[in-house]
């Protein structure tokens, strides 16, 4: 799965504002619904089930990056947001290293399938070195967007 099939280039940020991995997730749902991906009422459900899924496993895979997920039950299609830190956000990352790339994954309960190739679409790509460089160092949401379609044409592999 390619990250044009499921990442919404319009919730990239750039700049969080957040300084903690709570706040970054929330910054991240609240872009998803600004750009009409989820019911209003639904925004704060989706926030509160996202932590609760942090809180069981930490998402920090290490080396910078983090990739909270959830599946929830109001969602119709795989959806994702990116946000960066330059501060770096405390992740409880596996490397014990602050996160500087986070790539929010909302899934539906009902799809699996799509769950789990959106999950391989991120890690397959996270894996190279040359790519989170790249994500890490970009300035702007149109570096990143560019950064992502690269990527979707295998560009880092």
């Known amino acids: 799965m390619k990250f044009s099939d499921f990442v919404c280039f319009d ?3 750039p700049e969080l504002q957040a300084e903690d991995r709570d706040g970054a997730i929330e910054e991240l749902v609240r872009a ?11 925004c704060e459900d989706i926030i509160k089930a996202v932590i609760k899924r942090e809180n069981e496993a930490s998402t920090g895979m290490g080396k910078g990056v ?24 405390d992740f409880s990352s596996l490397d ?14 009902d799809d699996p399938d799509k769950h789990l190739q959106a999950m391989e679409g991120i ?10 460089k790249f994500l890490r ?4 949401a149109e570096d ?9 044409e295998n560009a880092f592999l």
Do not use: M
């Open 11 to 13: 919730a990239i940020i």
């Open 32 to 42: 998803l619904d600004k750009c009409g991906k989820f019911g209003k009422s639904k």
């Open 66 to 89: 983090a990739v909270p997920h959830v599946k929830h039950p109001d969602i119709s299609e795989a959806v994702a947001a990116v946000g960066q830190s330059d501060a770096g956000i």
């Open 96 to 109: 014990k290293q602050p996160v500087y790339s986070i790539i929010l994954l909302i899934s539906p309960t």
């Open 123 to 132: 890690f397959k790509h996270l894996q190279h070195e040359k790519f989170r």
């Open 137 to 140: 160092h970009s300035q702007s």
């Open 144 to 152: 990143i967007k560019e950064l992502f379609k690269e990527a979707d």
